[in-house]
């Protein structure tokens, strides 16, 4: 029987730490909870209560400075584990006990390194919901083998394993399709990533982000929701929200889709840059379009997995591609964006934020520079300065809905 250890940190978790973990206990061998002992809103008197109750509850004290005391609560964890696996569970989250049951199974049947699943966001308590597409979907279980480092903290954080990217470079992980969590990230304001601005979550941004959730959202944050109703308010199926082009799946929504058919409608574009080519199939949807226009394409990632499909071939896609780090050839890209007519750049690579402060700065009036993952991966607080400093601004703003996880931005 494989034996499995969760691992979680805590400050001012009261909301929602005593369902997070009566929900896991009873299916873990062992429970490791990190608490802050600054913890001020009854989160360490929830712990102790829940001490008397579960005998595989392992509590630890400690103080975070910085954020390197929570990497260092993190490595801790993982050289205090002597299970199989290691689970990381967050204070904010909430396990459906099905789901707890299949992920456990694929244990047994698979040997991969790290699997990752999908989570939901409810943005209320009823109403609404965002997906993470399957380029943001997180890995949530690791094997316990020697040379697991947990490197950096939100939104930077991963595991290096042998001293490199586990994800990245070895490639030993699992998407596990059946598998769903609930985050809920969006309806609580405090803890360690709230406490040195810009706030991720401060008022303005969200109703900047949600108008339609403007007078309600904050009366939730208040008053945590009952998380029975949110269970019960789940939508029944995820499919709806994927999208396919040519009957091959990208790592977009529909909405998502419906946006970028109005920009480059909409647009008297020449080129388009897409960072972050991963399979393909959106670079197809980018590159045909280009086709139609007379522009140009390129596409850039690190990883050769585009290979593959009659389409690709049919329009030689591989002249298109470059298999190239972004951050190793500037000159080159600038170049290319500063050709004349606008540019359409899509920042959807390992790290969006690095990408929009480094080549933002180089569009011409009118270019179009778009991020992928917005509020999962980049914030508010990567782009505000460089884009009041560039006189940057938010376009097709009414068409990016609330399940659409891309932002659209344009030099005037």
């Not at 840059?273 to 379009?289: A, K, V, W, Y």
Request: aromatic share 12%; with cysteine.
């Amino acid at each position: 029987m494989v034996k499995i250890c969760s691992h979680t940190i805590v400050k001012n978790g009261a909301d929602f730490i005593e369902p997070c973990l009566r929900q896991i206990l009873p299916h873990v061998n062992r429970a490791l909870v990190s608490i802050d002992d600054r913890s001020s809103d009854g989160t360490v008197e929830i712990i102790k209560k829940l001490e008397k109750e579960y005998d595989n509850l392992d509590v630890d004290y400690f103080t975070v400075k910085d954020s390197k005391d929570l990497v260092e609560a993190r490595n801790r964890q993982i050289e205090r584990t002597t299970e199989d696996y290691f689970w990381v569970v967050d204070d904010d989250e909430y396990w459906l006990e099905e789901d707890i049951k299949r992920l456990f199974k694929h244990f047994e049947k698979y040997d991969d390194l790290a699997f990752r699943v999908t989570f939901w966001f409810p943005i209320n308590d009823k109403q609404c919901w965002l997906l993470e597409t399957r380029h943001s979907q997180i890995e949530r279980v690791f094997k316990n083998v020697p040379g697991m480092v947990w490197y950096k903290t939100f939104p930077a954080e991963r595991i290096h394993y042998k001293g490199t990217h586990l994800i990245r470079t070895h490639k030993r992980d699992r998407l596990l399709k059946d598998i769903f969590y609930i985050h809920f990230s969006y309806l609580k304001d405090h803890g360690w990533r709230n406490e040195t601005p810009p706030r991720r979550r401060s008022k303005g941004l969200i109703s900047w982000r949600y108008p339609l959730l403007d007078e309600g959202l904050h009366k939730i944050v208040d008053m945590p929701p009952k998380i029975s109703e949110i269970v019960k308010n789940m939508p029944a199926s995820h499919k709806e929200l994927r999208a396919t082009f040519l009957g091959r799946r990208i790592v977009q929504t529909p909405r998502a889709m419906t946006l970028w058919e109005r920009i480059l409608t909409a647009t008297d574009f020449k080129r388009v840059i897409e960072i972050g080519t991963l399979r393909g199939n959106l670079s197809l949807f980018f590159l045909l379009f280009c086709i139609t226009r007379d522009a140009e394409f390129c596409t850039y990632d690190i990883r050769n997995e585009w290979k593959g499909g009659k389409v690709k071939d049919l329009l030689n896609f591989e002249a298109y591609y470059k298999n190239k780090d972004v951050f190793e050839c500037i000159d080159e890209i600038k170049k290319f964006i500063q050709r004349k007519g606008i540019t359409i750049m899509f920042c959807d690579g390992g790290d969006k934020a690095k990408e929009f402060q480094t080549f933002a700065p180089y569009l011409k009036p009118q270019d179009i520079i778009a991020v992928h993952d917005w509020m999962t991966e980049i914030f508010d607080y990567h782009v505000a300065d460089l884009c009041k400093e560039h006189n940057i601004k938010e376009v097709f703003v009414k068409e990016s809905e609330i399940e659409n996880l891309t932002r659209v931005f344009q030099k005037q």
